[in-house]
């Protein structure tokens, strides 16, 4: 009997949990990550297709939350580009929007 109670306690309590997310990082943790101000992370984000989830957003802040998986995998495909760029003798600038 007491082995019964137990296992409906723990499953109630796994319930309760409900399913485990992985961190989601800051604008300062990824700043202190990539080692850039907290304002660059910004800009990053809007003209630089940083992944982000907006949280809240109000006229004046909005509160930005990272993937460090999405993080990485942007600043992968950063550096891709630059090689790409450098090997086909071009200057590296800034990945280029696509036209409507």
């Known amino acids: ?3 019964s109670v137990k296992q409906n306690r723990e499953t109630a309590e796994s319930r309760r949990e409900g399913p485990k997310m992985e961190p989601l990082l ?3 943790e990824v ?5 850039l101000s907290m304002g660059m992370i910004g ?3 809007d ?3 940083l992944p982000a989830f907006v949280i809240c957003q ?3 802040r909005r509160t930005l939350r990272f993937r ?4 990485q995998q942007w600043l992968a ?5 630059q090689i790409r760029a450098t090997l086909n003798g071009d200057r590296y600038t800034r990945r280029q929007t696509p036209s409507p």
Do not use: D, H, I, Y
């Open 47 to 49: 003209t630089e297709n």
């Open 1 to 3: 009997m007491k082995s």
């Open 26 to 28: 800051t604008v300062k």
């Open 68 to 71: 460090e998986q999405e993080v």
């Open 77 to 81: 495909g950063r550096r891709e580009r």
């Open 58 to 60: 109000s006229p004046s």
């Open 31 to 35: 700043a202190a990550l990539l080692r």
């Open 43 to 45: 800009r990053l984000v």
